[in-house]
T-cell receptor, first 113, second 115 residues
Framework: DAKTTQPNSMESNEEEPVHLPCNHS???????IHWYRQLPSQGPEYVIH???SNVNNRMASLAIAEDRKSSTLILHRATLRDAAVYYC??????????????FGQGTTLQVKP | DAGVIQSPRHEVTEMGQEVTLRCKPI?????LFWYRQTMMRGLELLIY????????DSGMPEDRFSAKMPNASFSTLKIQPSEPRDSAVYFC?????????????FGQGTRLTVV
């Protein structure tokens, strides 16, 4: 499985935007880029995913570099509830492959009031 | 839907005892995953099923661990005999058909403590 690299931790102020980076220089053409997050004492939850184009949903935006070797998860206005560990994961879309979720260490986001 | 349901939420057992963790996936989902989370090793994929059939169990740590999915609405992860190093939070997740272009849904986890 292709590897991702994320900073161990980041801090943000409440109500400010947060940009969480992820490097995936060995990404293949068949990999989707997924983001999950894990709130304290909870199971992981899906945030967003994309393949080549930038994506938006009600939770966040995903900006994907043109060469796909990096991506950025954008939280437009951080709240205290967004404090969590954020995981950037590559999932292989080769036909017949379920693209199992392999978690790295993620980025621990702290949000200060 | 109530989401992925795991039971029990907490389990404390003595070393050497058998432990069974249970998972009810979301109805209609084709894939089911079992994960283990510890501070040292993070989230590890243990095994996953497709349409009740085990596809990849390469993450199962040793023969003391076994997982079954007798039908589409139920799965178990069994540890026999349990050891203190098995203490962790165990998560179950399910996913609809569509593979990597879909999202996985996780349960709340079972916190296992082996003393």
């Amino acid at each position: 499985d292709a590897k991702t690299t994320q900073p161990n931790s980041m801090e943000s102020n409440e109500e400010e935007p947060v940009h969480l980076p992820c490097n995936h220089s060995t990404i293949s053409g068949t990999d989707y880029i997924h983001w999950y997050r894990q709130l304290p004492s909870q199971g992981p939850e899906y945030v967003i995913h994309g393949l080549t184009s930038n994506v938006n949903n009600r939770m966040a935006s995903l900006a994907i570099a043109e060469d796909r070797k990096s991506s950025t998860l954008i939280l437009h206005r951080a709240t205290l509830r967004d404090a969590a560990v954020y995981y950037c994961i590559l999932r292989d879309r080769t036909i017949g492959n379920t693209g199992k979720l392999i978690f790295g260490q993620g980025t621990t986001l702290q949000v200060k009031p | 839907d109530a989401g992925v349901i795991q039971s029990p939420r907490h389990e404390v057992t003595e070393m050497g005892q058998e432990v069974t963790l249970r998972c009810k996936p979301i109805s209609g989902h084709d894939y089911l995953f079992w994960y283990r989370q510890t501070m040292m090793r993070g989230l590890e994929l243990l095994i996953y099923f497709n349409n009740n059939v085990p596809i990849d169990d390469s993450g199962m740590p040793e023969d003391r661990f076994s997982a079954k999915m007798p039908n589409a609405s139920f799965s178990t992860l069994k540890i026999q005999p349990s050891e203190p190093r098995d203490s962790a939070v165990y998560f179950c997740a399910s996913q609809p058909i569509g593979g990597p272009n879909t999202e996985a849904f996780f349960g709340q986890g079972t916190r296992l403590t082996v003393v």
